[in-house]
C-alpha cells in the first residue's frame, strides 16, 4: 500500500466525504454511514464490515473530483450561511414531505399490510422518526442555531443556557443516530426501498419517497455533524478560549 493509501485508509469517512461528497456514493454502496457514523476511521470500518480496504480505495480514487460539487463549497460557507442553509432546504424538506409520506405509508398499510405485515411496521419506524426530527429540528431552530450564527456575526454569546455548545451538540448528534438506526430498519424492511414486482402506484410511490427522504437524511445530517456542529466548537473555542 502506498504513501497516499495509507493515509486515506486512516482518515475518517467524514472527512474524506467533506473533502469531496461525490465520494458518498461509494460509501452508501458498500452500506458504509458516512453521516452518523462518520467519525471512524476507513479502516476501522473496513475491519467492523469485513472489507477489502483496497477494494474501495481504488473506487475512490475513481471518483472524478475535478468539478467541484455544490455540497463540497459548503465547506467553504461562513458557519450563519450554512445554517441558514441547513433550515431553508433541509428543514422545510422534512416539513414538507414528512405529511406526504405518512400520508402514502398510513395508506399501503392499511390496504397491503395482512400481505405485507412489514408495512405496518415502517409506518410505526415512520412516524417515530417524524416526531423526533420535528422536535430535534424545533430545538436546533430555537436554541442551537441562533447560537450558532451569534458565534459567526461575533455577537454577544454570554449568560447562554446550556454552557459550552459541546452540551447541545452533544444531544444533537445522538438524536441524528436515532433517526439514522430508525431509517436503516425502515431500509432493511423495505429490500432497500425496493417494492415487491407486482405493486401498485401508491407502494411504489412510498417507497420511492422513502429513498428519497433517507437521501436527503443523510445529506442533512453530514452537513450539521462533519461541518456546522465540528467548526462552531471550534469557532467557540477561538473566542472564549
Request: hydrophobic share 35%; with cysteine; glycine share 4%.
Amino acid at each position: 500500500m502506498n504513501i497516499e493509501k495509507e493515509e486515506l485508509i486512516e482518515k475518517t469517512i467524514a472527512e474524506i466525504v467533506t473533502e469531496d461528497f461525490k465520494k458518498a456514493a461509494v460509501f452508501k454502496k458498500y452500506g458504509i454511514d458516512f453521516c452518523c457514523g462518520g467519525k471512524k476511521s476507513l479502516k476501522s470500518v473496513c475491519e467492523n464490515k469485513n472489507l477489502n480496504p483496497n477494494e474501495i480505495i481504488d473506487e475512490l480514487s475513481k471518483v472524478d473530483s475535478r468539478t467541484e460539487s455544490e455540497i463540497d463549497q459548503y465547506n467553504k460557507w461562513q458557519l450563519d450561511h450554512l445554517v441558514e442553509h441547513i433550515v431553508s432546504k433541509h428543514h422545510k424538506y422534512v416539513s414538507e414531505q414528512t405529511p406526504i409520506i405518512r400520508a402514502f405509508i398510513t395508506k399501503v398499510s392499511k390496504v397491503h399490510g395482512d400481505a405485507h405485515p412489514e408495512t405496518k411496521t415502517i409506518a410505526i419506524l415512520f412516524e417515530q422518526v417524524a416526531q423526533e426530527l420535528e422536535h430535534h429540528m424545533m430545538k436546533e431552530e430555537r436554541i442551537l442555531f441562533p447560537y450558532i450564527i451569534s458565534l459567526a456575526q461575533g455577537k454577544n454569546i454570554e449568560d447562554m443556557p446550556f454552557g459550552s455548545i459541546q452540551n447541545p451538540i452533544t444531544m444533537m448528534e445522538k438524536e441524528h443516530e436515532g433517526a439514522g438506526l430508525l431509517f436503516e430498519k425502515i431500509g432493511e424492511l423495505t429490500n432497500n426501498f425496493t417494492p415487491p414486482e407486482y405493486a401498485c402506484n401508491t407502494f411504489k410511490a412510498s417507497y420511492h419517497l422513502l429513498k428519497e427522504f433517507e437521501n436527503d437524511l443523510h445529506v442533512h445530517i453530514h452537513l450539521e455533524n462533519n461541518i456546522l456542529f465540528p467548526k462552531a466548537i471550534q469557532l467557540e473555542h477561538q473566542i472564549l478560549g
